[in-house]
């Protein structure tokens, strides 16, 4: 049997420790630098992914399972129409900004205008 497919039958039963998979291979008479490079392969195949966890580096196998696409719950044509009356228009702040200093501005040239005909 190859070193991969021991080292994925190992991980098969569940996650294990870097120690408890070199304890293993080497009962199998697998040298370390042979395990280790067989892990890398594994991870760079992603089949095997690597954490680190309560102080020891632990290997485990890479889920095939992919997460669930996220689904936007339905809504019933009611509940939208009353959403959308609900929806108010808004204004955004640089918008207010700005509209006060339009108003600041035809204030002062009103004010100029009447100081102008007062002073003739």
Do not use: C, W
């Not at 918008?95 to 040239?109: D, E, G, M, P, Q």
């Not at 009103?110 to 003739?120: A, C, D, G, P, R």
């Amino acid at each position: 049997m190859e070193v991969d497919q021991m080292i994925l039958d190992f991980l098969e039963q569940g996650p294990k420790t870097k120690k408890q998979i070199l304890d293993f291979m080497q009962m199998n008479g697998v040298k370390k630098e042979k395990v280790m490079s067989t892990l890398s392969t594994l991870r760079e195949a992603n089949k095997v992914r690597r954490y680190y966890e309560t102080g020891a580096i632990h290997y485990a196998l890479v889920s095939e399972q992919k997460e669930p696409e996220f689904k936007e719950p339905e809504v019933s044509e009611e509940v939208q129409e009353v959403q959308k009356k609900e929806e108010k228009p808004t204004i955004s702040v640089n918008k207010l900004s700005t509209a006060k200093y339009i108003l600041a501005f035809v204030v002062a040239v009103l004010v100029l205008l009447l100081v102008m005909l007062f002073v003739k």
